[in-house]
């Protein structure tokens, strides 16, 4: 088994803190928002109004669920194209009132369901990415399981991208992929590796800012480091000139994959 692999199987592990953990130990006072004015609700996504070391922030996070009743509820992470629109449509609310955003990610991909599809999947998570491109409020994503395909990357595009260090960030499954290079998906552990897509990895290319250890799996102590992280991180993104944000964004983006990082 490859070092990657076992890092897939941690991000998958049963019993991992999930979004809701993250967002009640982080933040306090939360208030959670429903429904995409469109279609319904998604159970998968959960988003609302919190405060950050006493300031207003709009959170959203991918929430696998906890134990099986749950899951199913929640469609096991999967989100479906009403949930990406709920989180756009939070995400523009913070922009109205000039709240910061941070993005909790951890879902094996979006819902490919026929239902899904027929709702406008693609175009829901297409609408994430322009529509983040251009928000005029901070905004950053951790990755704390996860983070797989469009489904993830439709809350990743962010000032900041952070990862935890047993959290993955890829285009595709190894499973799916090892189906697609060998078609063979009992090779997902070759294809965890060439895919380099572990927390180490992503932070060599420059796709991701910064990786924070899990503290030996004492969650407690991570969530006071990421408080602290992104209480600084928000104070020095806010006293930034609004357009000065935006292109900063932009550019970092267009960097990834080039020669300067």
Request: proline letters at 3%; aromatic letters at 8%; glycine letters at 10%.
């Amino acid at each position: 088994m490859t070092e990657a692999y076992q890092r897939v199987q941690a991000a998958r592990q049963k019993g991992r803190p999930t979004a809701m953990y993250y967002l009640t130990q982080i933040f306090t006072d939360f208030l959670e928002m429903h429904g995409d004015r469109r279609f319904a609700d998604d159970p998968a996504i959960v988003g609302g109004i919190a405060r950050l070391a006493g300031k207003p922030v709009t959170v959203i996070g991918i929430e696998k669920g906890v134990d099986t009743q749950e899951k199913i509820a929640r469609n096991f992470g999967s989100a479906h194209p009403e949930g990406y629109r709920k989180a756009l449509r939070l995400m523009k609310q913070a922009e109205k009132f000039g709240r910061p955003v941070v993005c909790l990610i951890d879902t094996s991909g979006a819902y490919c369901g026929i239902g899904a599809e027929e709702r406008g999947q693609g175009l829901a998570i297409a609408e994430n990415l322009m529509a983040m491109m251009g928000l005029r409020v901070p905004v950053i994503s951790l990755v704390i399981g996860e983070g797989g395909s469009g489904g993830a990357l439709a809350l990743g595009v962010a000032d900041r991208v952070w990862m935890l260090e047993n959290a993955v960030y890829s285009v595709i499954s190894p499973e799916g992929a090892a189906s697609i290079v060998w078609k063979d998906a009992a090779k997902a552990a070759e294809a965890s590796e060439a895919l380099k897509l572990t927390a180490s990895d992503l932070y060599g290319f420059g796709v991701v800012e910064r990786v924070f250890s899990e503290e030996d799996g004492d969650f407690a102590a991570l969530c006071e480091k990421l408080r602290e992280a992104l209480t600084t991180e928000f104070t020095m993104l806010s006293a930034l000139p609004t357009e000065e944000l935006v292109q900063l964004r932009y550019d970092k983006f267009r960097r990834i994959g080039g020669d300067e990082r």
